[in-house]
């Protein structure tokens, strides 16, 4: 791991005695200042955090909402560290022993089934590099909505992360994002149309998503001399599938797209046309991936060449402009 990434890391899990803490227990009543006296409304909670506040989750399963309302979604505001995994006891974070995939954010509202979920699990919009999503499950979310394109209720099923007209940069760690669907990046959609959606993600699992259009587990929006320059650490990558990018689809035209991926894991991932693994949309612009030391196998249709680039000319049309 880069020196940067983890004096990063550092920086986010220490000093949390300096910090507000906000306890989540499933099912609790309390006003959230100890574990004794927790609430169970995490959507409130968040809500009420502010810059600095850490916000920890003991096991359980949390929705949005009690009711049906599909834009009901978990706000991460700027600033704030979301910390899942907790047994309920814990003095310090470092005390987390409980079962890693026990804390599940679900958008599970609704009937029972996915066409009435929510369209997004958790929203994080123009959040800086303090802010932070640590030891979840982000499951169920169903952006299958009809409007424009890089409009939320149509992509980032599990996690949309706006920077347009701003700059979003937050770090999501030790998270399992797990059958989210949605028209375009049905896990997540990190929009930097016009700003910048930049995050960074490690330890992460993307496993069973399935975007109807491009992305399956993630969509990287450069466009609108934009910026999108995620980067994934130790991340897997595992059966999901997509149109173009069964994986990872990147977007450019006029703006700036350049994916880092380091340790990562890419497992048979499909896509119904181009890009098993990461498929990559040029504009004036073109889209650089960087990879080191990560591994793809069985991915269909074009696993040899791991990252498929196309360049997308002014009629709409693609062109292939080569294959790495």
Known sequence: MKPTLLVTLFLALCCQAQSQI????????????????????????????????????????YKPTTGTDRNATFIVKDGVKLFGNFNGTETSIEQRTGTPSAT???????????SDNSYNVVLMKNVGTGTMIDGFVIAAGNANG????????????GIFIDG????????????????????????????????????????????????????????????????????????????????YGGAICNSTEDGACNLTLENCVFNENAAYLRGGAVFSL???????????????????????????????????????????
Not at 104 to 114: C, K, P, Y
Not at 181 to 203: K, M, Q, T
Not at 302 to 321: E, V
């Open 22 to 61: 906000t306890y989540v227990r499933q099912g609790a009543n309390g006003n959230g200042t100890s574990w004794s006296d927790a609430t169970g409304d995490l959507a409130f909670a968040l809500s009420n955090a502010t810059t600095g506040t850490q916000v920890w989750v003991a096991q359980g399963t």
């Open 104 to 114: 599940i954010l679900s958008g599970e509202i609704g009937q029972a089934g996915q």
């Open 146 to 157: 009809q409007p424009k394109e890089a409009f939320r209720t149509r992509c980032g099923g």
């Open 164 to 243: 347009e007209n701003g700059s979003s940069k937050p770090t999501i760690s030790n998270c399992e994002l797990l059958k989210n669907l949605g028209r375009d990046g049905a896990a997540v959609y990190n929009s930097g149309r016009s700003g910048e959606s930049s995050p960074i993600f490690v330890n992460c699992t993307f496993k069973g998503n399935e975007a109807g259009l491009d992305g399956g587990a993630m969509y990287n929006d450069g466009r609108l001399r934009g910026k999108s320059n995620p980067t994934l650490v130790n991340c897997t990558f595992e059966r999901n599938m997509g149109t």
């Open 282 to 324: 040029n504009g004036d612009e073109k889209c650089y991936t960087e990879l080191l030391n990560c591994k793809f196998t069985a991915n269909f249709p074009d696993d040899q060449n791991m990252i498929f680039t196309t360049t997308a000319s002014r009629d709409g049309a693609y062109k292939i402009a080569g294959q790495d």
